[in-house]
């Protein structure tokens, strides 16, 4: 089992940033490939990020291409999603997901989930 949780999101002005955190435990966080998610009110879930275990290989949804970067620490079995130039449109909740497989990641099938944290972005 790997157990997920969120931090970081909150409510900014439209240009601002947040940096978004997921912290991981359980099972070796090295061997998963990490992504996020997010779902607006009334929409569905969609893909933002994902990034490999090794952290060589990045994929974004169009839509935040430029603006958006993630990362991670194996070390502090942590992922990160820098959220820069923010829009309204970006407010929903953030998913952090992880799984063995890159794929099951970007597919949004992966095997473990946190319970999300909000942002919510102003104009």
């Known amino acids: 089992q790997v157990q997920l949780v969120e931090s970081g999101g909150g409510l900014v002005q439209a240009g601002g940033s947040l940096r978004l955190s997921c912290a991981a435990s359980?099972?070796?966080?090295?061997?998963?490939?990490m992504g996020w998610f997010r779902q607006a009110p009334g929409k569905e879930r969609e893909f933002v990020a994902s990034?490999?275990?090794?952290?060589?290989?990045?994929y974004y949804t169009d839509s935040v291409k430029g603006r958006f970067t993630i990362s991670r620490d194996n070390a502090k079995n942590t992922v990160y999603l820098q959220m820069n130039s923010l829009k309204p449109e970006d407010t929903a909740l953030y998913y952090c997901?992880?799984?063995?497989?890159?794929?099951?990641?970007?597919?949004?099938?992966?095997?473990?989930w946190g319970q999300g944290t909000q942002v919510t972005v102003s104009s």
């Open positions: 997901v992880a799984d063995a497989v890159i794929w099951a990641v970007r597919r949004g099938t992966g095997d473990y």
């Open positions: 359980g099972r070796t966080f090295s061997n998963y490939a």
């Open positions: 990034i490999t275990w090794r952290g060589d290989s990045t």
